[in-house]
DNA sequence: CTATTTCCTGAAGTTAACTTGAGGTCAAGC
DNA sequence: GCTTGACCTCAAGTTAACTTCAGGAAATAG
C-alpha cells in the first residue's frame, strides 16, 4: 500500500492535521478510511496539498480554490494536464494583478502632488473612475484655505 | 462652526455610520461631543477617512494604517507633509509588493514545465528557497512513475 | 499487556473588518 | 407637543482560515 495517514501527510506537507481535517470539511481535499475509521491517503494527495498552498501563496482564497478544482472537473488527482492549466491560469491572473498594481501606483505619483482624495474627482478613491455629478475640480493642497 | 455629524461624514466619505463608530474605537478617528453627546467632527476628518480608505485599496490592513498614523505622530489631521511621506511610503511598498509578484511569476513559469511542487526543492513552494536536507532531485512529471 | 502516541468527532475560540440588532436618547418638522 | 429621523451604547452575528479543546478509540512500542 502506498497510502500515508493524515499525519505523515500533514508532515511531509509541511502542514497540520487539524488543517487536513478542515480541508477535507471544505471538500479541498479526499481520504479513504482503514478498518479503524482512520484516515488513509494515496501518497498523490502530497501534490493536491502543496498546489493548495501554492495557490494560497499566490493571492488565493480557499473558495476560489474549490472552485478551480471544480472547474478541472478533477476530484483526486492533479496530473500534468491538469497543472498546466491552472498554472497558466495563474499565470495570466498574476500579470493582471500585477497591472492593476502598477495602476495603482501610477495613480498614487499622480496624487502625490494632489492630495484631495475626494470621493467624486481623485481616481484613486474612486475603483472604476466613475465622477460624481456635483464636479467642482479637484482642489490641491496649495488652494486649500481650510487647512 | 464647520463641524459635521456622524450622518455627514459617513455620506461623503462614503461609508456606514457604524464604521465610523468602529474606526473610532479602533483609534483610527477621532471625535468631539456636542451638547446632547453625539459625535462632531471637524471636516477635515474627512480626508482622513479617504487615506484610510485608500490605504485600505491598496492592501494595508486597519492595523498597519493606525500604525502609520501613529509613527505620523499625527492624531487628527492629515497635512500636506504627512500626505507626501504617507504616499511615498506606499510608493515603495506597492513597488516591492509589485516585485514579489513578478518574482512569483516568474517562478511559476519554471514550474509549469516541472509541477514538483516538492516543499525540499520547489521555490514556488518554499518561500524563503531553503532547501530541504534530503536533497532528491526534483521530480519531473515526466518521470514520474507513480503516476 | 499496558503505556504512549496517533486519530476521531464535534464544538468553541481567534483575528479582521465590519454589519445587525436591541433598547433608549436627541433634534427637527409641523 | 408630538412624531419621526438621526444618534448613542453595547452585544452579538458574519466570513475566512484555521487552531484549540474535550472526551474517547485505535495503533504501536516495549
Request: charged letters at 30%; aromatic letters at 6%; one cysteine or more.
Amino acid at each position: 500500500m502506498s497510502d500515508i495517514s493524515v499525519g505523515q501527510l500533514a508532515q511531509r506537507a509541511g502542514v497540520s492535521v487539524a488543517t487536513l481535517h478542515f480541508y477535507e470539511q471544505k471538500d479541498l481535499i479526499h481520504s479513504r478510511r482503514n478498518a479503524g475509521n482512520q484516515r488513509r491517503y494515496n501518497r498523490r494527495m502530497l501534490r493536491r496539498v502543496a498546489v493548495i498552498k501554492t495557490a494560497q501563496r499566490l493571492g488565493f482564497s480557499l473558495k476560489e480554490i474549490a472552485e478551480m478544482f471544480r472547474e478541472l472537473g478533477d476530484d483526486q488527482d492533479i496530473d500534468k494536464d491538469n497543472w498546466q492549466r491552472l498554472s497558466e491560469r495563474w499565470h495570466k491572473i498574476l500579470t493582471e494583478r500585477i497591472n492593476t498594481l502598477e495602476h495603482l501606483r501610477d495613480e498614487l505619483n499622480t496624487c502625490i502632488g494632489c492630495g484631495c482624495l475626494s470621493m467624486d474627482n481623485c481616481r484613486l478613491r474612486n475603483p472604476d473612475d466613475t465622477l460624481g455629478e456635483q464636479a467642482s475640480g479637484p482642489v490641491l493642497w496649495e488652494d486649500d484655505s481650510q487647512r
